[in-house]
């Protein structure tokens, strides 16, 4: 069995954040109605109890949830060797439905965490021996933005070479959480470079995007105004705009922020 982990969401009217283990998953504006699964074995390093979190929050510039505003979520284990049916749903969540009967009433924002246990053939060290940023914050940001900086530059110049030596470690993570061979591991760095290539901007950096951080301050990353990464590709040609996923992390006994 290959263990698969993902949470199937229905949101509506609201900004709704998921995180899991202290990591941001997903976060994004619902103006109309959304609803579809997202993976996240990458955030699970390894069997045991794993935390989710759920946020409702007002839309953006708004100061209280709208009235319709709705999200339900629901954990969801697959077999990625034997079909598309769930094995087994947990950590479920749904917005309090109120009585019509009642006066409306409305809320600031809604969060909800729970626990549900995992297993998963694999142990990564990950994130859980790096150094609590802590200690940096004062030169932190510049050791960010300089890092994205230097991303930035070798997708402008397409060192390739370079890139892929950047990622490694993080590609060779999402390589043994979603049971990747080979050559599925080396066509995910294919279809990047490829959208590099053909891209028409990349997205520059400016002042507004700003550090988030996660698990217990090991992690970080820049996002823009909209909550999502800040590493990001637009084709004018095909109206796309892809985001590139990473967090940042330090190794024990370095000073240098790498790519995980």
Known sequence: MKPFYSVNFNARMCNMKISVNEIPLLSMDVEGQCSTRYPFNNLLLESGFASIRYEVRPMKGEMQLRKNAYLSCEVELFDSDSGYEPISKMAFFETPQQNGNDPIII??????????????????????????????????????????????????????????????????????????????????????????????????????????????????????????????????????????????????????????
């Open 107 to 260: 809320l600031p924002y809604i969060i909800h965490e729970d626990a549900f246990h995992v297993e998963v053939p694999y142990s990564l060290t990950g994130w859980k021996r790096s150094v609590k940023l802590n200690p940096f914050r004062n030169n932190l940001g510049n050791m960010v933005f300089e890092k994205y900086g230097d991303i930035i530059s070798m997708m402008q110049n397409h060192n390739f070479s370079q890139y892929e030596n950047a990622f490694r470690e993080r590609e060779n993570n999402m390589a043994v959480c979603f049971y990747l061979s080979e050559n599925e591991k080396q066509n995910r760095m294919k279809e990047i470079e490829h959208d590099i290539v053909n891209c028409t901007e990349i997205v520059p950096l400016t002042q507004l995007d700003r550090l988030e951080f996660a698990a217990d301050n090991r992690l970080v990353r820049l996002i823009k105004d909209d909550g999502e990464s800040s590493l990001r590709l637009v084709n004018d040609k095909t109206g796309e705009e892809t985001y590139i996923e990473l967090w940042l992390h330090m190794k024990q006994g370095s000073n240098e922020l790498t790519i995980i």
